[in-house]
Antibody, heavy 114, light 112 residues
Framework: EVQLVESGGGLVQPGGSLRLSCAASGFTFSSYWMHWVRQTPGKGLEWVANIKPDGTQKTYVDSVKGRFTISRDNAENSLYLQMNSLRAEDTAVYYC????????WGQGTLVTVS | DVVLTQSPLSLPVTLGQPASVSCRSSQSLVHSDGSTYLHWFQQRPGQSPRRLIYKVSNRDSGVPDRFSGSGSGTDFTLKISRVEAEDIGVYYCMQHSHWPHTFGQGTKLEIK
């Protein structure tokens, strides 16, 4: 069974940092593009970043460029999102998403910047 | 950025009746490789999103055949042939033909 389990969310002050993790199982993690997507009540779903299966290509939405860093460890079947210089508008539920022949989402982790 | 505009935003439907959601893009979603990367997701209350349709018209595994997708270029449609109670939730279109990937604002399907 495919599983994606996010962790690392919480309450942080503006300007602070958090590191989100996503533990993957049940599929060949190293073959999948991985994404972070966030959801807020006001703005719906917003794609944040993605990373190529081998980690050599990373892309970010403009609003997080220079502040967020996506990474992965294929040996550990894990995806990460380092979030620095957090702002109130980064408050959201953050999902990891595995995109391939199927598209699998985690349950999400809540980040509150206040 | 590509803007995806969904309509309607609220969709009250009687059980057993059809439903349709439109997704219009601010620019063509035909990728340079010839594919059209327009997908549909369902988010039931309290759950994570789930992909229903990928690349316009391909149903994901386990998705009932009452769901279908169609369209081309800038205009796309998700249709449910006969709405069932389990279909309530919010439906989103999403594109990854262009960077950054973007989502529509969502259409909330509810039972009349």
């Amino acid at each position: 069974e495919v599983q994606l389990v996010e962790s690392g969310g919480g309450l942080v002050q503006p300007g602070g940092s958090l590191r989100l993790s996503c533990a993957a199982s049940g599929f060949t993690f190293s073959s999948y593009w991985m994404h972070w997507v966030r959801q807020t009540p006001g703005k719906g779903l917003e794609w944040v970043a993605n990373i190529k299966p081998d980690g050599t290509q990373k892309t970010y939405v403009d609003s997080v460029k220079g502040r967020f860093t996506i990474s992965r460890d294929n040996a550990e079947n894990s995806l990460y999102l380092q979030m620095n210089s957090l702002r109130a508008e980064d408050t959201a539920v953050y999902y990891c998403l595995a995109w391939g022949s199927s598209a699998n989402w985690g349950q999400g982790t809540l980040v509150t910047v206040s | 950025d590509v803007v995806l505009t969904q309509s309607p935003l609220s969709l009250p439907v009687t059980l057993g009746q059809p439903a349709s959601v439109s997704c219009r893009s601010s620019q063509s979603l035909v990728h340079s490789d010839g594919s059209t990367y327009l997908h549909w997701f369902q988010q039931r209350p309290g759950q994570s999103p789930r992909r229903l349709i990928y690349k316009v018209s391909n149903r994901d595994s386990g998705v009932p055949d009452r769901f279908s997708g169609s369209g081309s270029g800038t205009d796309f449609t998700l249709k449910i042939s006969r709405v069932e109670a389990e279909d309530i939730g919010v439906y989103y279109c999403m594109q990854h033909s262009h960077w950054p990937h973007t989502f529509g604002q969502g259409t909330k399907l509810e039972i009349k």
